[in-house]
Nanobody
Framework: QVQVVESGGGLVQPGGSLRLSCAASGITFSIYALSWYRQAPGKQRELVAAISSGGSKDYADSVRGRFTISRDNAKNTVYLQLSSLKPEDTAVYYC????????WGQGTQVTVSS
């Protein structure tokens, strides 16, 4: 059974940092493309960052230079380092693993507020 589980969300002040983790099991993790999405209230889910099986990375313009995606295939985990956080980064953050099939996690809430 495939499981994708995010963690690390929380409440942080503007300008602060968080590290999100996403652990996957039941898949051959190293061959999957991994990505982070977010969905704010009343808005569509949007791609934040992605990392390929080969390690190539891509970011949404709104987070480039502030967020960093990385993966540890030995731990079956993908990370999203969030820095210089802004109130508009407030959203539920979701992890996606994709190869022949796509698997989503349940999401973790990030709230940026003073």
């Amino acid at each position: 059974q495939v499981q994708v589980v995010e963690s690390g969300g929380g409440l942080v002040q503007p300008g602060g940092s968080l590290r999100l983790s996403c652990a996957a099991s039941g898949i051959t993790f190293s061959i999957y493309a991994l990505s982070w999405y977010r969905q704010a209230p009343g808005k569509q889910r949007e791609l934040v960052a992605a990392i390929s099986s080969g390690g190539s990375k891509d970011y949404a313009d709104s987070v480039r230079g502030r967020f960093t995606i990385s993966r540890d295939n030995a731990k079956n985990t993908v990370y999203l380092q969030l820095s210089s956080l802004k109130p508009e980064d407030t959203a539920v953050y979701y992890c996606k693993a994709a190869w022949l099939k796509t698997f989503w996690g349940q999401g973790t809430q990030v709230t940026v507020s003073s």
